[in-house]
C-alpha cells in the first residue's frame, strides 16, 4: 500500500494516470499507454491524488480486463 500511496503523493505523469472509475476514458487512457513507455493507471483516485477507493469484488479484475480486450482493435491484454 505504500508503493500506491507513493504514487499518488507524486502525481499524474506521463505513464501515471488517476481515475475516479473505470470507464471509456481509463479505456482510452491504457490504449495510450500501450502506445508509448507503458503505464499506471490507478482506478478510484480522483485527479487531484485523492482517494476514493472503488469496490472490488470476486470477479473485479477479469470484468476490467474483458473490457479493455473487448473495447480495443488490435486486441490489447493488460497485465
Keep these: 500500500m505504500a508503493e500506491v500511496e507513493e504514487l499518488i503523493g507524486k502525481g499524474e505523469s506521463e505513464t501515471v494516470e488517476f481515475k475516479e472509475k ?4 481509463a479505456v482510452e487512457t491504457a490504449v495510450a499507454f500501450a502506445n508509448t513507455k507503458g503505464g499506471i493507471i490507478l482506478i478510484g483516485v480522483f485527479d487531484k491524488g485523492r482517494i ?13 480486463t474483458n473490457k479493455i480486450v473487448q473495447s480495443t482493435d488490435p486486441k490489447m491484454y493488460p497485465n
Design 22 to 25: 473505470f470507464d471509456n476514458e
Design 52 to 64: 476514493k477507493g472503488v469496490e472490488v469484488g470476486r470477479n473485479t479484475i477479469e470484468r476490467l
